[in-house]
């Protein structure tokens, strides 16, 4: 079974950007869309952004529209978060994971997890 495994976690001053990568282990994203979410501790797992199995279509929160952005390189096997105009509340521990739905929200609707990335944001 496929197997996500995020990267590229950090820590980050107020306005600074990162780059969150999802790359698959044991298997191929190829026909699945993939979903980020994160988490505070002591808070739900909340709905990030989605990518369609393509590349064309994308969802996300409202929170991260016009700052953060999702894209995938089939040929690589990965799928990125590209995370700018960070500030404090973006801080959390971000997770990739596949869905067979698209444009599906909710975390039960996604399958396989990857262990997380830390993003801190520092004021």
């Known amino acids: 079974q496929v197997q996500p495994v995020e990267s590229g976690g950090g820590l980050v001053g107020t306005g600074g950007s990162l780059r969150l990568s999802c790359s698959a282990s044991?298997?191929?994203?190829?026909?699945?869309?993939i979903g980020w979410f994160r988490q505070v501790p002591g808070k739900d797992r909340e709905f990030v952004a989605q990518?369609?199995?393509?590349?064309?279509?994308?969802y996300y929160a409202e929170f991260v529209k016009g700052r953060f952005t999702v894209s995938r390189d089939n040929a690589k096997n990965t799928i990125y978060l590209q995370m700018n105009s960070l500030n404090s509340e973006d801080t959390a521990n971000y997770y990739c994971?596949?869905?067979?739905?698209?444009?599906?929200?909710?975390?039960?609707?996604?399958?396989?997890w990857g262990q997380g990335t830390r993003v801190t944001v520092s004021s």
């Open positions: 990518i369609d199995s393509t590349g064309k279509i994308t």
């Open positions: 044991g298997g191929t994203f190829t026909d699945f869309a």
């Open positions: 994971a596949t869905s067979i739905l698209l444009g599906h929200t909710r975390r039960f609707d996604y399958d396989y």
